[in-house]
């Protein structure tokens, strides 16, 4: 039976979670892929192994269920990341109150979920928690209420670490700029891949057990703000 370390990801069906996926498959992780497109996460677990869970991470009953899926089918849990989100429109009266209300119990209360969720198989595991966060969680972007969730996700990521010190569990805040992933509408040049992302991700998950990579921050080499 494989003792290799057990990933788990929401937000794996696509972006920047799924170039994650593929590239902690390469290196050998046993992966417990998370969204809530089933269709979109079996094709990703056929093609790098796996299971599919599907979850919607907005519900604290979902994310109990990925931790017990993922310790039914491989008995430990190394590795979870809380990567699930996405934008809005940026302007105050731009976005629907119901589009607001899903980004936010998303990108926040739904990555406190899953960090929650996770927090018992990690200690016996002496894991590693991630969170994505992004530039916009470390500088306010004008109208932008996607900001504030993220700044809410820095936030998370420290909280977090103090809480779990002396556990053994590591913590990475991963903070992306732009990265071409359907999180935009519309493709644009100058944006990072997101294999450049899934990059520093194995990064951070390959330092030795004393070293905790506490925040990653990548722009493309051209981006202002
Ligand atoms: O976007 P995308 P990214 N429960 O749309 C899932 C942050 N970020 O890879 O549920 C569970 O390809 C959704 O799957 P589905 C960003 O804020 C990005 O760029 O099937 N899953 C999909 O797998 C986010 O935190 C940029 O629709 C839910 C995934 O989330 C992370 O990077 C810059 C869900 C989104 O994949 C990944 O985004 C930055 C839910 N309730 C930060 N709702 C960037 N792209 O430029 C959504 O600074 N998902």
Redesign the pocket.
Known sequence: MSDAPVFVI??????????TARAAGGAGYRLVL????RD??EALAAEVGGVAVA????RWE?NEALIAAALAEFGRVDVVWA?????ATRGWLEETPSHWH?MV???VL??AYTVRAAIPALKSSRGHVLL??????RRVMPGSL?SC??WA?TAMAEAVRQDLNDTGIRTTL???????????DNPSEG??E?DD?ARAVMYALAQPPHVDVNEILVRPTAQAG
């Open positions: 929401t937000g794996a069906s696509s972006g920047i979670g799924a170039a998370a969204a809530r497109s979109k996460l979850t919607d991470v907005m979902d990567n699930a989100g996405f934008g899903d119990l998303t990108n739904g990555a994505t966060g992004s530039v916009a969680g996607y969730t993220k996700v991963i903070s992306p700029g732009a990265v071409d992933t359907p999180f935009f944006r990072l997101p992302i």
